[in-house]
Structure formats: structure tokens, C-alpha cells
């Protein structure tokens, strides 16, 4: 499965954008789907995850409320609708797959990575 990125960009703090990542060479509606991001000297760190098989969705707290992940199987893409974005917000922000079952939080749960797209929010 390769997973492709995008919509990152430059943004004013209060602002918004929604990335989007295109999957191909699998069966996209069997996938469960995550965004993490890692900012300057970070480690990667969760965002949000949506299951493929009833569309659950968990979010950490930093960003409910904010953030909202969603998925187009017809598309075979997974978008994060972010909005009232924050300075601490900036980061590369990468999107990942996997088989299993369920939502996976954590890096090592996810089988597929995006090349990351990067989003910086100014004060």
C-alpha cells in the first residue's frame, strides 16, 4: 500500500486546513487510518485514527474538538479537517494504514506510512 499526503501548508493561528492522503495498491475499505505528527525535535506522536469497519473515530486531547478525521472509501483517501489551528499545532503530519482491527494510538500499530506533509501555523 502506498500512501500519498497533502494539503499542508502555511497558515495564520485561528486558521484552518484539512489534509487529505490518497492510498493505492490495497483494499483501502480494509484499512484502518491514522494521522500522527512530529514537530522540530519531537518525537512522533499520535493525532487521530478511524476504524475501517464502523468509522469509530478517537482523537487525542490536544486536538478534540478541533480536528475531525474522516474517510472516502470511494476515493480511497483520508482527510483531517483541522481547524482553529495553533502556533504548537506545527509539525510534518503524516498518515498511516493498517490491517487490523480496531483504532491503533500508538506508531508500532500501523503497517503503512506517508511520505508527511508539512503544516506550520504562525502567531
Known amino acids: 500500500v502506498q500512501l500519498q499526503a497533502s494539503g499542508g501548508g502555511l497558515v495564520q493561528a485561528g486558521g484552518s486546513l484539512r489534509l487529505s492522503c490518497a492510498a493505492s495498491g490495497g483494499t483501502f475499505s480494509s484499512y484502518g487510518m491514522g494521522w500522527f505528527r512530529q514537530a522540530p525535535g519531537k518525537e512522533r506522536e499520535f493525532v487521530t485514527a478511524?476504524?475501517?469497519?464502523?468509522?469509530?473515530?478517537y482523537y487525542a486531547d490536544s486536538v478534540k474538538g478541533r480536528f475531525t478525521i474522516s474517510r472516502d472509501n470511494g476515493l480511497n483517501t483520508v482527510y483531517l479537517q483541522m481547524n482553529s489551528l495553533k502556533p504548537e499545532d506545527t509539525a510534518v503530519y503524516y498518515c498511516a494504514a493498517r490491517r487490523r482491527a480496531g483504532l491503533g494510538l500508538k506508531e508500532s500499530g500501523y503497517d503503512y506510512w506517508g511520505q508527511g506533509t508539512q503544516v506550520t501555523v504562525s502567531s
Open positions: 478511524i476504524s475501517w469497519s464502523d468509522y469509530s473515530t
